[in-house]
């Protein structure tokens, strides 16, 4: 694995004095580049008008770049809500090995509110959630070699009151998990090869609903995130969102419906909270999780022990964006990608150098 040579930079000799020791950064992440969507809705003179606002702890933004997901090394889909799209990028990297710019590669237009998106781990299709639509979830043909996006099948049909949220591929791309909230508050799982279901988790506290469901990359767990929804006028709900870790057999497609691990946040933490990823782990005892936290505009972490079963907080990714709701990891670990509904932009982000 070739890693970028700003990674690889030795620190500088010598100690400093205590009374010059720098302060330790809050994030233990870092923005790299920032990518505006270009033809954002946010432009439009009529945007207000024909793409209404939701209120999240008290504060307004529109549902614009709604999710991430890498392939194929540098390769990144993205989502966008109000905009309707997928499209395909390609992250370039300077002669140092920081990312320098997105490439837009291919663009399909005309989709029923996308919100969550994952790659097939073969990197054959992209998988959309769609938000209060007749279509659920669709999966859309990634061709080659061009990397345009082909033929869609629907895979669920959508259902009355509810909206397919986040979606999320197994390692070995097998099954597929993905949240329903609204009307129906459920985790699902389908198995590709049939298109057939294998679990369903229904039962969550009686205010929060299942915004997203992803699996640990050795395929041993999977992570569920809960939270208030946010709507049209401010409902007062701030904080209080929950994780929880089940473990998960890669065989038969099914998650443990008892939680191995869980936390619920206390005050304003976790304030509508979306996705939620599991770090790539190095021994498959310790996981790092991150969570985008729109109310917050950070993206807190968590740590989570598979010896004890404890989950817990573990600082702060990154902080400063601006209504962060979708998120992904780039397989090796190097970058985290964020997709931001406030600016309608997606950041690519690294761990930060100490």
């Given at each position: 694995?070739?890693?970028?040579?700003?990674m690889?930079?030795?620190?500088?000799?010598?100690?400093?004095?205590?009374?010059?020791?720098?302060?330790?950064?809050?994030?233990?992440?870092?923005?790299?580049?920032?990518?505006?969507?270009?033809?954002?809705?946010m432009?439009?003179?009529?945007?207000?008008?024909?793409?209404?606002a939701?209120?999240v702890?008290?504060?307004?933004?529109?549902?614009?770049?709604?999710?991430?997901?890498?392939?194929?090394?540098?390769?990144?889909?993205?989502?966008?809500?109000?905009?309707?799209h997928?499209?395909?990028?390609?992250?370039?990297?300077?002669?140092?090995g920081?990312?320098?710019?997105?490439?837009?590669?291919?663009?399909?237009?005309?989709?029923?509110?996308?919100?969550?998106?994952?790659?097939?781990?073969?990197?054959?299709?992209?998988?959309?959630?769609?938000?209060?639509?007749?279509?659920?979830?669709?999966?859309?043909?990634?061709?080659?070699?061009?990397?345009?996006l082909?033929?869609?099948?629907?895979?669920?049909?959508?259902?009355?009151?509810?909206?397919?949220?986040?979606?999320?591929?197994?390692?070995?791309?097998?099954?597929?998990?993905?949240?329903?909230?609204?009307?129906?508050?459920?985790?699902?799982?389908?198995?590709?090869?049939?298109?057939?279901?294998?679990?369903?988790?229904?039962?969550?506290?009686?205010?929060?609903?299942?915004?997203?469901?992803?699996?640990?990359?050795?395929?041993?767990?999977?992570?569920?995130?809960?939270?208030?929804?946010?709507?049209?006028?401010?409902?007062?709900?701030?904080?209080?969102?929950?994780?929880?870790?089940?473990?998960?057999?890669?065989?038969?497609?099914?998650?443990?419906?008892?939680?191995?691990?869980?936390?619920?946040?206390?005050?304003?933490?976790?304030?509508?909270?979306?996705?939620?990823?599991?770090?790539p782990?190095?021994?498959?005892?310790?996981?790092?999780?991150?969570?985008?936290?729109?109310?917050?505009?950070?993206?807190?972490?968590?740590?989570?022990?598979?010896?004890?079963?404890?989950?817990?907080?573990?600082?702060?990714?990154?902080?400063?964006?601006?209504?962060?709701?979708?998120?992904?990891?780039?397989?090796?670990?190097?970058?985290?990608?964020?997709?931001?509904?406030?600016?309608?932009?997606?950041?690519?982000?690294?761990?930060?150098?100490?």
């Amino acid at each position: 694995m070739q890693w970028p040579k700003w990674m690889l930079r030795t620190k500088t000799h010598g100690r400093p004095s205590a009374s010059r020791l720098p302060e330790p950064p809050r994030c233990s992440g870092r923005i790299l580049l920032s990518h505006a969507v270009e033809g954002s809705i946010m432009h439009l003179p009529d945007s207000l008008a024909a793409y209404p606002a939701f209120v999240v702890a008290g504060r307004k933004r529109q549902a614009t770049s709604s999710d991430v997901a890498w392939f194929d090394g540098n390769h990144l889909a993205v989502a966008n809500m109000y905009g309707g799209h997928l499209r395909i990028y390609r992250l370039h990297e300077d002669s140092g090995g920081l990312p320098s710019r997105l490439e837009r590669l291919s663009e399909k237009r005309g989709l029923s509110l996308p919100e969550g998106i994952a790659v097939s781990p073969d990197g054959s299709f992209v998988a959309a959630t769609h938000s209060l639509s007749e279509e659920g979830i669709t999966l859309h043909a990634i061709e080659r070699p061009s990397l345009t996006l082909g033929p869609t099948e629907v895979l669920c049909a959508g259902r009355d009151g509810s909206a397919f949220h986040a979606a999320s591929f197994s390692p070995d791309g097998r099954h597929m998990g993905y949240t329903v909230i609204g009307r129906e508050r459920a985790v699902e799982v389908v198995r590709m090869r049939d298109r057939s279901m294998t679990c369903r988790l229904d039962t969550f506290p009686a205010t929060l609903l299942p915004k997203s469901v992803t699996f640990s990359t050795d395929g041993r767990f999977a992570l569920v995130s809960l939270s208030f929804n946010a709507g049209p006028a401010d409902t007062g709900n701030y904080g209080g969102g929950m994780l929880t870790v089940h473990r998960f057999d890669a065989q038969t497609g099914v998650i443990e419906a008892a939680p191995a691990a869980q936390y619920r946040a206390k005050g304003t933490d976790l304030g509508f909270l979306d996705m939620a990823i599991f770090l790539p782990e190095k021994d498959g005892h310790a996981y790092r999780i991150l969570v985008t936290d729109q109310a917050n505009d950070l993206i807190p972490a968590y740590a989570f022990d598979a010896a004890t079963g404890v989950l817990r907080p573990d600082g702060v990714f990154l902080d400063g964006l601006s209504f962060p709701h979708g998120i992904d990891a780039h397989p090796d670990g190097r970058y985290v990608a964020i997709a931001t509904f406030g600016d309608d932009s997606v950041h690519i982000a690294a761990a930060a150098l100490r």
